[in-house]
């Protein structure tokens, strides 16, 4: 495949170049060897004229594809760590895997078919590249599907899985994760990330009443991305939202005007919901769309701290603020019949509205599984790890959580249990 790049004017789209230029490492570093704002810049090359990142752009492609499109969820030295042991930091590497019968592309060194994959199964469609695996040289693209994947990975077959497992996973499939086949590639990364000129900052969970611990308005506030709920929610959603008492009352209190409401954001500048907008967003789906069902908010809601922790994004590999990923929302979609909202792709997930409805209708269908009434143990076991993976040994620490979270919303149990339905 002959493609060359000699500018990055050549590899990124307007958008992702001025995202560069705003990144103060990077603009320092091409302001430093002559590069001008508003002119093409230059791809650096090694001896052999190969075009390859230099670790401050790379560190920056990295930094700005998991901001925008993981918010925060990966981990920005594995990604970096990964480039560099697979391909040298260079766009236009490739190498053919035997194993495969296939030519891995890119920095990340992709296959086309696990691209394929991604975008068509799990709804990775920011950038159209399905069918044309020429787009996986380009650095945005590449490390976009690149971290789907490691995502991915990190909930592999319905379990939380750690750092090892997934670098290893990400060099030889799932399958070889824990094979002395890959245990070298775990070793070079292990002494590549430590090598890295930069480290991951530590994590923060949710802040309430600190939009971001930089004392500016989250709007002024740099890389921070759909900081409005305006943006994750329809019009006619919204009016729904400004119509409940207990929302009317803490949005004019805060100052919010319709068409401008402020997520608040933690102090890493993520969007979370508050619990009365959990709780709102819960009561307002369940009496628009399931009504007969009788599902109560306060489960719904519960199920939001666990698994999301109340982040819009989500948590890890958890996607959205339910936690429901692409391809389960498409299976009630399409086979079960919800079809209140529709999923053209994973981003969807991220909006409240949207995935409190699929969290719903998730949690309806378990609580019938197998035709058999299941009891409320049973279904929040199985909402966070899969109906076939409930046992007391390892998911019962979910419902000890799960009874810890629906504390904060007031729910009366009169009986002693708290039932789903």
């Known amino acids: 495949m002959v493609l060359s790049y000699r500018y990055w004017d050549d590899c ?32 650096s090359r090694d001896p052999d004229g190969e075009p390859y990142l230099t670790q401050i752009e790379m560190k920056a492609v990295a930094a700005i594809v998991i901001s925008r499109h993981f918010d925060s969820q990966l981990d920005l030295e594995m990604i970096c760590a990964i480039s560099e042991i697979a391909s040298g930091r260079q766009p ?13 592309l890119g920095i990340m060194q992709l296959l086309p078919k696990t691209a394929d994959w ?12 399905e069918g044309n695996p020429i787009l996986l040289f380009r650095p945005f693209i590449n490390v976009y ?34 094979h002395k086949s890959t245990l070298e590639y775990w070793k070079r990364y292990l002494s590549v990330k430590e090598s890295l000129p930069f480290r991951k900052s530590l994590y923060n969970g949710p802040c309430p009443n600190d939009a971001s611990g930089s004392g500016l308005p989250v709007s002024e506030i740099k890389g921070v991305n759909h900081a409005f709920w305006d943006s994750r929610a329809s019009p006619e959603d919204m009016d729904e939202m400004w119509n409940h008492p207990s929302v009317l009352k803490e949005w004019s209190k805060c100052g919010e005007i319709r068409g401008k409401v ?11 919901l508050s619990r009365v907008e959990v ?7 369940l009496s628009k769309h399931f009504s007969t069902r009788q599902v109560n908010p306060e489960i719904l809601c ?29 299976w009630l979609y399409s086979d079960l019949g919800y079809k209140a909202y529709r999923v053209e792709s994973v981003d969807d997930l991220t909006k409240p509205f949207i995935s409190m409805y699929f969290g719903a209708a998730y949690l309806s269908w378990l609580s019938e599984y197998e035709g058999r009434q299941r009891t409320p143990q049973f279904v929040v076991q199985a909402y966070l790890a899969g109906p076939k993976n409930v046992s007391l040994q390892e998911t019962g ?19 002693g249990t708290c039932s789903i339905l």
């Open 12 to 43: 990124v789209d307007p958008r992702d170049l001025e995202a560069l230029w705003l990144d103060p490492d990077v603009r320092a570093e091409w302001l430093d060897v002559g590069e001008t704002r508003g002119r093409k810049v230059h791809l």
């Open 92 to 104: 236009l590497a490739e190498r053919y895997d035997k194993k495969a019968k296939d030519t891995t």
């Open 118 to 129: 991604l975008i068509r199964e799990l709804g990775y469609r920011t950038y159209e590249v």
């Open 145 to 178: 599907l690149g971290a789907a994947y490691l995502k991915w990975l990190l909930n592999y077959d319905g379990k939380e899985r750690n750092e090892e497992f997934v670098v290893r996973a990400y060099n030889g499939g799932p399958k070889k994760a824990a």
């Open 262 to 272: 402020l997520f608040s954001h933690d102090k890493e500048k993520r969007p979370y």
């Open 279 to 285: 709780k709102a967003v819960a009561e307002i789906i």
């Open 302 to 330: 519960a199920l939001a701290e666990v698994v999301s922790m109340r982040f819009v994004n989500g948590v890890g590999a958890r996607t959205g603020l339910m936690g429901i990923d692409y391809p389960t929302a498409m």
């Open 397 to 415: 620490h979910y419902w000890i959580d799960f009874e810890e979270a629906i504390t904060h919303y007031e729910r009366k149990k009169d009986d």
